[in-house]
């Protein structure tokens, strides 16, 4: 396993649209066990494959308490969505920036497991936010676009900043 360098908003890369995953064979099931370890280790709660800049339609997602619920999703498409919810999110991609947005309740996605075999899965609350935020990612999306210019200025400042600090 290896861990896998995550870009950082504003990278340009980060809006490439992910192309779907042709055949699920061992690179993919290897992408998918870099994609939880770099995950884990962040520490975050969900992944996409764009935010390790390779542009396929994958992502990896636990949200249980314990670390011990890894879901991967390989092609996945919202069917279904009803509600809203407003989240407070954040991105491993735009570190120290947490702000609300407004989201479905509840969708009913489906996608590829890692055997390349399909399944539906009905989810609801935090997990229904974090598959649409990382279906965001492939398709280009960064949580932060779902806010005001005037916003997404300030973090882009904010952001500018903290680099010439760390650097
Ligand atoms: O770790 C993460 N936490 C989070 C919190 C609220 C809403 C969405 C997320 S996803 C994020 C990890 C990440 O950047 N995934 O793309
Ligand atoms: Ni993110």
Redesign the pocket.
């Known amino acids: 396993m290896a861990l896998l360098p995550i870009l950082r908003y504003p990278d340009p890369r980060l809006h490439k649209k992910a192309a779907p995953v042709e055949r699920v064979d061992e690179s993919v099931r290897k992408l998918i066990a870099d994609m939880a370890e770099t995950?884990y280790e962040?520490p975050?709660?969900?992944?996409?494959a764009t935010?390790v800049d390779v542009h396929k339609r994958i992502i990896v997602i636990d949200v249980s308490e314990d670390k011990s619920t890894l879901l991967a999703f390989i092609n996945p498409e919202i069917l279904e969505s009803a509600g809203e919810q407003v989240?407070?999110?954040?991105?491993?991609?735009v570190p120290g920036i947490y702000e609300k947005v407004t989201r479905s309740e509840r969708v009913k996605v489906r996608a590829l497991d890692p055997q390349g075999a399909p399944f539906t899965l009905e989810a609801e609350g935090?997990l229904a936010?974090?598959i649409q935020?990382?279906i965001d990612?492939l398709e280009g999306k960064v949580?932060v676009e779902h806010l005001s210019q005037l916003k997404q200025g300030r973090i882009k400042a904010r952001l500018a900043k903290q680099a010439r600090i760390t650097a």
């Open positions: 995950m962040a975050g709660i969900g992944l996409a935010q989240c407070e999110e954040g991105c491993l991609s935090l936010v974090c935020h990382e990612h949580f």
